[in-house]
Nanobody, 125 residues
Framework: QLQLVESGGGLVQPGGSLRLSCTAP????????VAWFRQAPGKEREGVSC???????DYADSVRGRFTVSRDPRNTAVYLQMNALGPDDTGVYYC???????????????????WGQGTQVTVSS
């Protein structure tokens, strides 16, 4: 059973940046496609970004050009660098993963088996 732990959320002013981290204590993420989802109050959960085992990436249109997803070289963590944040980026951000050892692509339309507990991101002045 893969456990995912997010960190790095917080309160930031509009235009600011945050970097979220996702780790899997006791495991590595080298065989898992990993995605970030978010949910704002009163809104449906939405996929933000994903990264495949070969570091192929995809982004929601709303964050493309502002957010960057990456893996650390040892595949012990996945990061979401978020720049130029705005109030619409406020929400709980979840790290999710699926076992995909041979897939070069990722998708945010998949049903992900493993979920972290989420980390709150609040963009406000």
């Amino acid at each position: 059973q893969l456990q995912l732990v997010e960190s790095g959320g917080g309160l930031v002013q509009p235009g600011g940046s945050l970097r979220l981290s996702c780790t899997a204590p006791g495991s590595t993420l080298n065989n898992y496609a990993v995605a970030w989802f978010r949910q704002a109050p009163g809104k449906e959960r939405e996929g933000v970004s994903c990264i495949s085992v070969t570091r192929g990436t995809d982004y929601a249109d709303s964050v493309r050009g502002r957010f960057t997803v990456s893996r650390d070289p040892r595949n012990t963590a996945v990061y979401l660098q978020m720049n130029a944040l705005g109030p619409d980026d406020t929400g709980v951000y979840y790290c999710v993963a699926n076992w995909k050892p041979r897939s070069p692509i990722c998708t945010m339309q998949a049903t992900y088996a493993y979920w972290g507990q989420g980390t709150q991101v609040t963009v406000s002045s």
